[in-house]
């Protein structure tokens, strides 16, 4: 069976999954900037993916995120007089993945409520990340994994 090579960075991965920690002890984490931590390599180069495996790496490390019970799903929800108001995905990650998905499905990856909309808050302010399993530091190199 053919197969393509991986280019991954462990160390970079390693590096992302730190900063996300360090990150979420100040502010919340959108999930456009893990569109962006999976889809740029640590000199700003473009990755070789689609936009559905840029979307798909992005929703795995959100996953890697929530599941060690560090982080919890949220978005922003526009008002009517123009003010946001935040809230928790009462059913967590897998309500949060539905509305991911039918986001990205309904105006793809540069759509502003994918990107500017959900977003993950740290529950445990000033624990360090843990350490990053092989699945996760995948996502960051050139590849098709899905």
Same mark, same amino acid.
């Given at each position: 069976?053919?197969?393509?090579?991986?280019?991954?960075? /462990?160390?970079?991965?390693?590096?992302?999954?730190?900063?996300?920690?360090?990150?979420?002890? /100040?502010?919340?984490?959108?999930?456009?900037?893990?569109?962006?931590?999976?889809?740029?390599?640590?000199?700003?180069?473009?990755?070789?993916?689609?936009?559905?495996?840029?979307?798909?790496?992005?929703?795995?490390?959100?996953?890697?995120?929530?599941?060690?019970?560090?982080?919890?799903?949220?978005?922003?929800?526009? @008002?009517?007089? *123009? +003010?946001? /108001?935040?809230?928790?995905?009462?059913?967590?990650?897998?309500?949060?993945? @539905?509305?991911?998905?039918?986001?990205?499905? *309904?105006? *793809?990856?540069?759509?502003?409520?994918?990107?500017?909309?959900?977003?993950?808050?740290? +529950? +445990?302010?000033?624990?360090?990340?843990?350490?990053?399993?092989?699945?996760?530091?995948?996502?960051? *190199?050139?590849?098709?994994?899905?």
């Amino acid at each position: 069976m053919w197969s393509r090579s991986k280019t991954v960075d /462990r160390e970079y991965a390693k590096t992302i999954v730190d900063y996300l920690y360090d990150e979420g002890d /100040r502010d919340i984490i959108f999930f456009g900037f893990i569109i962006g931590v999976v889809s740029f390599d640590r000199e700003d180069a473009p990755y070789e993916k689609s936009e559905a495996d840029r979307f798909n790496h992005a929703l795995r490390l959100a996953n890697f995120l929530i599941s060690e019970g560090d982080f919890s799903p949220g978005k922003s929800i526009r @008002q009517e007089n *123009g +003010n946001f /108001r935040k809230t928790l995905y009462e059913d967590g990650f897998e309500e949060f993945r @539905q509305d991911l998905e039918n986001l990205f499905d *309904g105006g *793809g990856i540069d759509n502003i409520d994918l990107v500017a909309g959900p977003w993950l808050i740290k +529950n +445990n302010i000033g624990k360090s990340a843990p350490t990053v399993p092989n699945s996760i530091s995948e996502l960051f *190199g050139d590849s098709t994994i899905g």
